[in-house]
């Protein structure tokens, strides 16, 4: 059964920080891995998009990598802002059946 | 532009009765999810579709149905509602196991 870890699982930093999230999946076949943002009290919004053939994909001030073989992604998170303040969370699409495994979520506060 | 719309928001309920919560996407997606999220699970899977009249069972199915008469909609119904069931469900759909998926806002739950 897949499993998947978020570390940390809160994180509070000046604004202006650059910042890493680390996701861990324990099943290294998957189709594909996304991150989401969500805002207290709100639903889930769609970040990033990783395709099992891909490295990386960028967004804006956002990059996310993957490493398939070692069961890993990070989402980078350059120059951070008060608004980027909200729980990331990241999700692994494996050979399970189009299902997404979440990770428990990252909490991010960045203060001004 | 397309949509995935859950009703109601927020909804409160008496211990055993029957509570059907919506789900409409105008994506046209074959593949459509329900989840609930509970602090300290994550967001854990119900039960999904692939297509009209398609029907499966997610890791926390007890005591949840759903049905898909059309591809735009999931309703999904708890038969007898238990205080366990308190909880934030989300609906989300997907076009295949390439793409990403899209959630709707989420229906806050409490059986009291």
């Known amino acids: 059964k897949q499993e998947v870890t978020q570390i940390p699982a809160a994180l509070s930093v000046p604004e202006g920080e650059n910042l890493v999230l680390n996701c861990s999946f324990t099943d290294s076949a998957i189709y594909n891995l996304q991150w989401f943002r969500q805002d207290p009290g709100k639903g889930l919004t769609s970040l990033l998009l990783?395709?099992?053939?891909?490295r990386e994909q960028t967004s804006g001030r956002l990059n996310a990598s993957l490493d398939k073989s070692s069961g890993r992604s990070t989402l980078y998170i350059a120059a951070s802002q008060p608004g980027d303040s909200a729980t990331y969370l990241c999700a692994v699409n494996d050979n399970a059946g189009n299902m997404l495994t979440f990770g428990g979520g990252t909490r991010l506060m960045v203060k001004p | 532009d397309a949509e995935i719309t859950q009703s109601p928001r927020h909804k409160i309920t008496e211990t055993g009765r029957q509570v059907t919560l919506a789900c409409h996407q105008t994506w046209n997606h074959n593949n459509m999810f329900w989840y609930r999220q509970d602090l300290g699970h994550g967001l854990r899977l119900i039960h999904y579709s692939y297509g009209v009249h398609d029907t499966n069972k997610g890791e926390v199915s007890d005591g949840y149905s759903v049905s898909r008469s059309n591809t735009e909609d999931l309703p999904l119904t708890l038969e007898s509602a238990a205080s366990s069931q308190t909880s934030v469900y989300f609906c989300a759909s997907s076009e295949g196991t390439a793409y990403g998926y899209t959630f709707g806002s989420g229906t806050r739950l409490t059986v009291v």
């Open positions: 990783i395709q099992s053939s891909q």
